[in-house]
């Protein structure tokens, strides 16, 4: 680590701290890295929508909070430029949501990662890609 670059868990400590949307998620950081985030969450009333299942949005949230902290986890500022989901299961009220990040292509420029979001049971329940762009700005 040289001397301008912050190691990836102080990287994310300073995202996270200055996050409130992440915090109200109540989303807990397991393991910080370098192209590599293990987030969960617990999923709350206050989560679901409509059908009594949880919205679209909180699964996409937790892996656009992975995506950005594995991504600036390699201590380059880095901004989501393309994003998808597919939801695979229903996610009910009280299911616990872990990230997966695959970090699939890194270039100076460009950084591709799939996040599969898994619940208690390992029940795959999300599929995310996302694209970022890695500025030339350290942390």
Do not use: C
Not at 32 to 53: H, P
Not at 99 to 116: P, Q
Not at 125 to 137: D, E, H, I, M
């Amino acid at each position: 680590m040289d001397n301008e670059q912050l190691a990836p868990k102080l990287v994310v400590d300073k995202m996270y701290n200055n996050d409130p949307f992440s915090k109200w998620l109540g989303i807990k950081r397991i393991e910080d890295g370098a192209g590599k985030s293990v987030l969960q969450l617990t999923v709350r009333q206050e989560m679901l929508n409509g059908f009594g299942i949880a919205h679209g949005g909180i699964t996409y949230s937790l892996a656009d909070s992975a995506l950005a902290f594995a991504a600036n986890g390699h201590g380059r500022m880095s901004v989501s430029v393309e994003t998808s989901i597919s939801h695979t299961e229903q996610v009910k009220e009280g299911d616990i949501l872990t990230t997966l990040v695959e970090e699939m292509s890194l270039s100076n420029k460009i950084g591709i990662y799939h996040i599969t979001i898994r619940n208690q049971h390992d029940q795959t329940v999300a599929l995310f890609k996302g694209t970022v762009y890695r500025t030339s700005k350290k942390w």
